[in-house]
């Protein structure tokens, strides 16, 4: 069975700090990537990144990074964390145009 | 523009009634569409794929080239369907299986 793991399921950061999101993925598919998840917006695509090294921006990359340094490793980086990036992010991966596995979701807070 | 559209936030319907979640998309090509589910506090997972033409939980899709349409249909809804759900459509050619997801409808069957 596939896993997704995200590091924290609930996490509180102040405005303009750095905030480090991890997900890890056991099944050794090659893409990877984060979402938000929103009410009433549905899932919105921030990055995804298809290889190691390799990223590209989805739809919402504005105050946001990513690192893959390894295959299984996806990092999504706030680099100073605003209010309007308190929600719910989703880590999932996936090989090639397969199904999407999900991870359990960090639910984050920024005061 | 690649996009999907759930129409409705919330269906509340009494179990045994039949079911209908609407999604519509807009794409040129010819899409592979999906739809995941979401159970409150568990992880999103699929849960049925176009191309499997495949009946799970009960639920079935058909995709309408015509109206573009790729409505989710359940007979008789169970209470154990309450959910968030979600359309997807793959995005474009791209082997990296990016996915464009709707709105999401919240189902709500009542006992």
């Known amino acids: 069975d596939v896993k997704v793991t995200q590091s924290s399921r609930y996490l509180v950061k102040r405005t303009g700090e750095k905030v480090f999101l991890e997900c890890v993925q056991d099944?050794?598919?090659?893409?990877m990537f984060w979402y938000r998840q929103d009410p009433g917006l549905g899932l919105r695509l921030i990055y995804f990144?298809?290889?190691?090294?390799?990223?590209e921006k989805g739809d919402i990359p504005e105050g946001y990074s990513v690192s893959r340094e390894k295959k299984e490793r996806f990092s999504l980086i706030l680099e100073s964390a605003s209010t309007n990036q308190t929600s719910m992010y989703l880590c999932?991966?996936?090989?090639?145009?397969?199904?999407?596995?999900f991870g359990p979701g960090t639910r984050l807070t920024v005061l | 523009a690649q996009r999907v559209t759930q129409p409705e936030k919330l269906l509340s319907v009494f179990k045994g009634a039949p079911v209908e979640l609407k999604c519509n998309y807009s794409?040129?090509?010819?899409?592979?569409l999906f739809w995941y589910v979401q159970y409150s506090r568990q992880r999103l997972q699929l849960l049925l794929r176009?191309?499997s033409r495949e009946s799970i939980k009960g639920f079935t899709a058909d995709l309408n080239k015509g109206e573009t349409s790729f409505h989710l249909k359940k007979p008789f809804a169970q209470e154990e369907d309450s959910a968030m759900y979600y359309c997807?459509?793959?995005?474009?050619?791209?082997?990296?299986?990016?996915?464009?997801f709707g709105q999401g409808t919240t189902l709500q069957v009542k006992p």
């Open positions: 990144s298809y290889d190691v090294k390799m990223k």
């Open positions: 099944m050794d598919h090659e893409n």
């Open positions: 997807a459509l793959i995005h474009g050619s791209s082997n990296t299986g990016k996915l464009i």
């Open positions: 999932a991966s996936s090989f090639s145009r397969g199904r999407q596995f």
């Open positions: 794409y040129s090509g010819s899409p592979e």
């Open positions: 176009h191309i």
